[in-house]
């Protein structure tokens, strides 16, 4: 019998033909952006309207957190998508330098994730926790129409003649002794006291700026004034509070005042009397800066108090007839 060979029918020929059209159809598609080839004709097709939309089709859709999710600079942070540029400077730190953002070209990685800026070496160190007293002292313990007369640096010369004069008008006071001084003058101490007056530390040496001194230093001259005083006054006394010499606090001494049981002492009226600008400066710059319940900065120690004695000669009346009583600091 005579046979003849069996050719491959046409719709087979055509059907690896067309799949090959097809996978080359693909691959142009891919590369050129387009939709896959889905005709039989193996014609490209446009990009679908999904596509255009901006609408995700499910084969496009990436599960968040890939590389594909943009990221978001968070404010206030250093992450910053490459190629965004550098931020605007922030409206509350102006004068900030701007730090340079993780690029290719500086040689930094780039990482999809923020992390948090590295610190600054040239920024100051944060401040302690402030466990102090948290407040400095400015007006009396009553309120209303009253009035704190405190005097720094003493004993010294002057206050006995100040005591004189506040026993004339009923006035009470605070005193806000070095402690060298209380410790070289405790008869002084003694009659304050029992002229019904109260103390007040004021550091062995009156160091400034005393917000300067280390811990150690500062503690020295807070805790040993007040054991300077306490035993220049004897059996009973009482030291309230703690002013720093020029007003220095912080919150390390604040928080030493506190640990001994004092209050941080300031204050609201502030003559200069130290500096002797003459007495009639010292009455005016009372009388125009006390507000009710104030708390009145003057001198008994340091140095020549004559201008203050006169002063209060004047003051003292003038205080009783606007209507002031006289008050101790709050605490």
């Not at 090959?20 to 080839?37: D, E, M, S, W």
């Not at 679908?48 to 995700?56: D, F, K």
Request: charged share 15%; with cysteine.
């Amino acid at each position: 019998m005579h046979r003849t060979a069996r050719r491959p029918s046409a719709p087979n020929r055509l059907s690896r033909s067309r799949r090959r059209l097809l996978a080359g159809c693909a691959a142009v598609a891919a590369a050129l952006g387009l939709a896959a080839c889905g005709t039989a004709s193996g014609a490209l097709q446009p990009p679908s309207a999904a596509a255009t939309s901006g609408t995700p089709s499910p084969a496009d859709a990436r599960p968040s957190g890939t590389a594909a999710t943009a990221l978001t600079p968070t404010p206030g942070s250093d992450a910053v998508p490459p190629g965004a540029g550098s931020p605007a400077a922030s409206p509350s730190s102006p004068s900030a330098p701007a730090k340079p953002h993780p690029t290719a070209a500086t040689g930094t990685p780039l990482s999809a994730t923020p992390t948090a800026p590295a610190a600054d070496p040239s920024s100051p160190a944060a401040p302690p926790p402030h466990t102090g007293a948290g407040t400095v002292i400015g007006s009396t313990a009553s309120g209303g129409r009253t009035v704190a007369l405190t005097f720094d640096d003493g004993p010294g010369p002057a206050t006995g003649q100040v005591l004189d004069l506040l026993a004339q008008y009923h006035a009470k006071a605070t005193f806000c002794q070095i402690g060298q001084n209380a410790a070289a003058n405790p008869a002084t101490v003694k009659r304050i006291l029992a002229a019904g007056h109260r103390l007040c530390d004021h550091s062995v040496h009156h160091p400034q700026p005393f917000a300067k001194l280390p811990h150690d230093k500062a503690a020295y001259e807070i805790t040993a004034a007040r054991n300077m005083i306490l035993q220049a006054g004897g059996p009973g006394t009482e030291v309230g509070w703690f002013r720093a010499p020029g007003g220095g606090f912080n919150a390390d001494n604040e928080h030493i005042t506190a640990s001994l049981g004092m209050s941080s002492l300031g204050w609201s009226v502030d003559p200069r009397d130290w500096a002797r600008p003459g007495t009639p400066a010292i009455v005016s710059a009372v009388q125009k800066q006390l507000k009710p319940g104030g708390v009145v900065l003057m001198h008994d120690g340091g140095g020549d108090r004559g201008q203050t004695v006169a002063a209060l000669k004047q003051l003292l009346p003038w205080l009783v007839a606007q209507g002031y009583t006289f008050d101790f600091p709050a605490a």
